[in-house]
Antibody, heavy 121, light 109 residues
Framework: QVQLVQSGAEVKKPGSSVKVSCKASGGTFSSDTISWVRQAPGQGLEWMGRIIPILGMPNYAQKFQGRVTITADKSTSTAYMELSSLRSEDTAVYYC??????????????WGRGTLVTVSS | QTVVTQEPSFSVSPGGTVTLTCGLSSGSVSTDYYPSWYHQTPGQAPRTLIYNTDTRSSGVPDRFSGSILGNKAALTITGAQADDESAYYC?????????FGGGTKLTVL
């Protein structure tokens, strides 16, 4: 059964960048859609963007345009989310989530466990 | 920019029925938005409850049901249990991406 395995927690300085990974364990996801969703402490969930690894074409939520880069390596079934110019408000848990290819309905059927990114000087 | 709206909080008595809604700041929610619902307990990743408006995800008890009520998507929980105390999020497909509602904190008491 496929699981989405995310990289470990990160502590970053303001102004720096962070790159979080999400690997499909027990399968592949090259034709699925992988989204990144974040959750600041005590706050709700927020969609950041998505990619279809086999196509390699991401699209981003307007709020994060210019600051987020989502990529994927289909040979290793790993997706990445890089967020730059970090500020304290970017402190959050970052989740990857899958939308299955071939499923006509737009929803997330599988989630990673999340990666805590802390931005602190 | 259109915002997805949810009640910030709701309470229900054990065994009771509650309906949470998911609307748009401008316009109506329809099945074209593929409304889906997730619940999340503290420290855990979200779990899928309902997709495509009214389809229960695998393993989700039939106490949970989805629908369109008026101009909103709705999640109804019947026979609420203590374990249902959680945050509930709706997600809408917006074409250019996905949009989360702000979430509803459900209290069972």
């Amino acid at each position: 059964q496929v699981q989405l395995v995310q990289s470990g927690a990160e502590v970053k300085k303001p102004g720096s960048s962070v790159k979080v990974s999400c690997k499909a364990s027990g399968g592949t996801f090259s034709s699925d859609t992988i989204s990144w969703v974040r959750q600041a402490p005590g706050q709700g969930l927020e969609w950041m963007g998505r990619i279809i690894p086999i196509l390699g074409m991401p699209n981003y939520a307007q709020k994060f345009q210019g600051r987020v880069t989502i990529t994927a390596d289909k040979s290793t079934s790993t997706a990445y989310m890089e967020l730059s110019s970090l500020r304290s408000e970017d402190t959050a848990v970052y989740y990857c989530a899958r939308k299955l290819t071939g499923d006509p309905y737009w929803y997330f059927d599988l989630w990673g466990r999340g990666t805590l990114v802390t931005v602190s000087s | 920019q259109t915002v997805v709206t949810q009640e910030p909080s709701f309470s229900v008595s054990p065994g009771g029925t509650v309906t949470l809604t998911c609307g748009l700041s401008s316009g109506s929610v329809s099945t074209d938005y593929y409304p889906s619902w997730y619940h999340q307990t503290p420290g855990q990743a979200p779990r899928t409850l309902i997709y495509n408006t009214d389809t229960r995800s695998s393993g989700v008890p039939d106490r949970f049901s989805g629908s369109i009520l008026g101009n909103k998507a709705a999640l109804t929980i019947t026979g609420a249990q203590a374990d249902d105390e959680s945050a509930y999020y709706c997600v809408l497909y917006m074409g250019s991406g996905m949009a989360f509602g702000g979430g509803t904190k459900l209290t069972v008491l």
